[in-house]
């Protein structure tokens, strides 16, 4: 039996714990619901970092987001994350994609990850089914070099499975290469303004079109091979910085990850780049069981 002593050494261990992740966020329990794998469901030039635009282009930090998106309802994309630095500064999206796996890109990279799910908005103050963790590993994928951007996709390994909820649930991974003409889906809290940054207020969804290879290869000669794919239209909509690693589904299935684009986002003939999860199905899956 525990003394009393004991107890108020635990209770404070609680507390610091919670003035360390942040007080406006609970301390979650260990307590896990592992969600049914999302196999088995049924189906319903630069980086975007925003402090290196200049010289790359990717698509990852606090300053950036979908530009000429829509509000997110609520819950209706359960799967997406955010990796944030400190408290509550966003720098890239993420995707669950297992009850202890998110899916991001890899130049998303830090040296340490916390990783809030279940939260609509950006603000700091706690919501009801938010979810909070800390990478417990991180794994880009072996082919990945910077400044390139050829297989820009990384698992992170949460340090507790999820509780699996309607707010909170992994995605299923398709294994087919999204095709001209299909309609998508991504999100995220990036920019919705480029180049001067503004940030919304809660998660933003934007439809978005696969272009074809010729079409792709057109927009940025010499830069696209397989491991990428182009969407986007010629009204001006866009993912722009702080979306990167978010997610692009597809009749509801994750085909992939914001990687990489032109800047200012959203300008006519410079469509988005995209990670092709496709071509990485047996990647993932092996290495999400062999750690």
Known sequence: MATAGSS?????????????LGVTEPVLTNEAVTCNNPSDKETSGDSRDSDSRARDNSRSDGSSRIVNGSDCEKDTQPWQAALLLGPNKLYCGGVLVDSQWVLTAAHCRKPVYRVRLGHHSMSPVYEAGQQLFQGAKAIPHPGYSHPGHSNDLMLIKLNKK?????????????????????????????????PQSDFPKVLQCLNITVLSEDKCKDAYPGQIDKTMFCAGDEAGRDSCQGDSGGPVVCNGDLH????????????????????????????????????
């Open 8 to 20: 108020r050494m635990w209770v404070l261990g609680v507390v610091i714990t919670a003035l360390v």
């Open 162 to 194: 999820i509780k699996c909820s309607h707010s909170v649930k992994p995605i299923r991974i398709s294994s087919h290469c999204p095709s001209a003409g299909t309609t998508c889906l991504v999100s995220g809290w990036g920019t919705i303004t480029s």
């Open 256 to 291: 992939g990850l914001v990687s990489w684009g032109d800047f200012p986002c959203a300008k006519p003939n410079k469509p988005g780049v995209y990670t092709n999860l496709c071509r990485f199905s047996k990647w993932i899956e092996e290495t999400i069981k062999s750690n």
